[in-house]
């Protein structure tokens, strides 16, 4: 493919863009339609339920989509879900070639989008900038592929790896640019994870704090097997709509558990493992609910058990240059740790960003969604 055809790929990939944190379950989709080497349309997918990016560009295009081609990252749908299928209205408008980066991994879609385009002799190219696209959608990806909700970890420490001072002071670590970017990550996933241990410490609200007040709050959900969350928490805080649920184990004290019922959290039951809430079925429970990402901002032994488990899909470690120091200063990681170095788990495919003077260390641990390349 010329660069021309990439650089409309690319347009449409950075409009998909904009719809972070608003589409799901559904995936984030730009599409760019072109006429005479010239751009007559595009749009993207802004929240679920509402019309998928090849919709707003066929609209803003108008008769000039007819005998155009249509640059789309993700395979146009065929079925009808809240909305009717992306290919009668692409076929019904006369576009010319579909230019689309990879296949949905949908089962209702998969290959059955292009089938329907090709059928209605529409020319249709599948791979343009398939690696930028993939990653994009790693999170609707993931949930389509195993069910499970893309989990991303969030670690906020100090050179020699402390996430708060031997007195339990941890307010602020990091610089405010870092802190910025965890509320751009909670204004982008559907909930977030912290243990009973956080909620004890460090009394957190969990809310998205965005300039202007924008941005949504994410479900929060405390990892709490006895049931011991006060009910003065300030998660339970009346300002915002988003929901909290407090996992707990069968261990978990009834009386307590109708005091938090109380406050309008739900209050759902998991398996222990080794007396904790597993962590395993809670995601598998939150997927089958729609939750496509969680964000776990836990304590050394929530960190432990998530990443030590396999659970953890990407880390992003805020590294601040500052030393703590402290044998009783609680480290990133808690529980028995590994015995050998060649269990230890590794990140791939690693960013290095500076953000005000901290380090931003991105990577990841599994590889439901990208090619090894």
Same mark, same amino acid.
């Given at each position: 493919?010329?660069?021309?055809?990439?650089?409309?790929?690319?347009?449409?990939?950075?409009?998909?863009?904009?719809?972070?944190?608003?589409?799901?379950?559904?995936?984030?989709?730009?599409?760019?339609?072109? @006429?005479?080497?010239?751009?007559? &349309? %595009? *749009?993207?997918?802004?929240?679920?339920? $509402?019309?998928?990016?090849?919709?707003?560009?066929?609209?803003?295009?108008?008769?000039?989509?007819?005998?155009?081609?249509?640059?789309? @990252?993700?395979?146009?749908?065929?079925?009808?879900?809240?909305?009717? +299928?992306?290919?009668?209205?692409?076929?019904?408008?006369?576009?010319?070639?579909?230019?689309?980066?990879?296949?949905?991994? /949908?089962?209702?879609? =998969?290959?059955?989008?292009? #089938?329907?385009? %090709?059928?209605?002799?529409?020319?249709? /190219?599948?791979?343009?900038?398939?690696?930028?696209? $993939?990653?994009?959608?790693?999170?609707?990806? #993931?949930?389509?592929? !195993?069910?499970? +909700?893309?989990?991303?970890?969030?670690?906020?420490?100090?050179?020699? &790896?402390?996430?708060?001072?031997?007195?339990? %002071?941890?307010?602020?670590?990091?610089?405010?640019?870092?802190?910025?970017?965890?509320?751009?990550?909670?204004?982008?996933?559907?909930?977030?994870?912290?243990?009973?241990?956080?909620?004890? !410490?460090?009394?957190?609200?969990?809310?998205?704090?965005?300039?202007?007040?924008?941005?949504?709050?994410?479900?929060?959900?405390?990892?709490?097997?006895?049931?011991?969350?006060? !009910?003065?928490?300030?998660?339970? @805080? +009346?300002?915002?709509?988003?929901?909290?649920?407090?996992?707990?184990?069968?261990?978990?004290?009834?009386?307590?558990?109708?005091?938090?019922?109380?406050?309008?959290? $739900?209050?759902? $039951?998991?398996?222990?493992?080794? &007396?904790?809430?597993?962590?395993?079925?809670?995601?598998? !429970?939150?997927?089958?609910? *729609?939750?496509?990402?969680?964000?776990?901002?836990?304590?050394?032994?929530?960190?432990?058990?998530?990443?030590? =488990?396999?659970?953890?899909?990407?880390?992003?470690?805020?590294?601040?240059?500052?030393?703590?120091?402290?044998?009783?200063?609680?480290?990133?990681?808690?529980?028995?740790?590994?015995?050998?170095?060649?269990?230890? +788990?590794?990140?791939?495919?690693?960013?290095?960003?500076?953000?005000?003077?901290?380090?931003?260390?991105?990577?990841?641990?599994?590889?439901?969604?990208?090619? @090894?390349?």
């Amino acid at each position: 493919m010329n660069k021309t055809h990439s650089a409309f790929m690319n347009r449409a990939l950075a409009l998909a863009q904009q719809g972070k944190g608003r589409t799901n379950p559904n995936p984030l989709v730009g599409a760019v339609i072109v @006429n005479a080497e010239k751009i007559v &349309g %595009e *749009g993207y997918h802004q929240k679920a339920g $509402e019309p998928h990016a090849e919709i707003h560009a066929l609209q803003a295009a108008g008769a000039n989509a007819k005998g155009g081609s249509l640059y789309v @990252n993700l395979e146009p749908c065929c079925h009808s879900g809240r909305t009717p +299928p992306c290919t009668d209205a692409i076929i019904k408008a006369g576009i010319r070639c579909v230019y689309a980066a990879h296949l949905d991994p /949908n089962p209702k879609v =998969s290959g059955k989008g292009i #089938k329907q385009l %090709e059928e209605a002799g529409i020319e249709v /190219n599948v791979g343009l900038c398939a690696e930028a696209a $993939e990653k994009l959608n790693e999170v609707f990806i #993931k949930q389509m592929t !195993t069910d499970y +909700p893309f989990v991303i970890l969030k670690i906020a420490m100090s050179l020699d &790896g402390k996430i708060a001072t031997s007195t339990g %002071e941890s307010q602020w670590i990091t610089s405010p640019a870092s802190r910025q970017k965890v509320h751009e990550l909670r204004d982008e996933v559907d909930a977030i994870i912290v243990g009973i241990g956080t909620v004890l !410490t460090d009394n957190p609200t969990l809310t998205t704090r965005l300039p202007n007040k924008k941005g949504k709050d994410a479900t929060r959900i405390v990892l709490d097997s006895h049931a011991r969350t006060p !009910t003065a928490a300030k998660i339970f @805080n +009346p300002e915002s709509e988003a929901d909290v649920i407090i996992a707990v184990t069968p261990q978990a004290f009834a009386g307590n558990i109708a005091l938090l019922k109380i406050t309008g959290s $739900e209050i759902i $039951e998991i398996p222990a493992k080794d &007396g904790q809430v597993c962590l395993k079925t809670l995601l598998e !429970t939150l997927g089958a609910r *729609g939750i496509t990402n969680v964000l776990i901002e836990g304590g050394g032994q929530v960190n432990s058990t998530a990443l030590l =488990s396999g659970l953890v899909d990407k880390v992003m470690c805020f590294v601040a240059p500052k030393f703590i120091g402290g044998k009783d200063a609680p480290g990133v990681f808690g529980g028995e740790g590994i015995t050998q170095l060649t269990d230890a +788990p590794e990140l791939k495919r690693k960013t290095i960003t500076e953000l005000d003077g901290d380090i931003l260390i991105e990577g990841y641990l599994n590889n439901h969604v990208h090619r @090894n390349h």
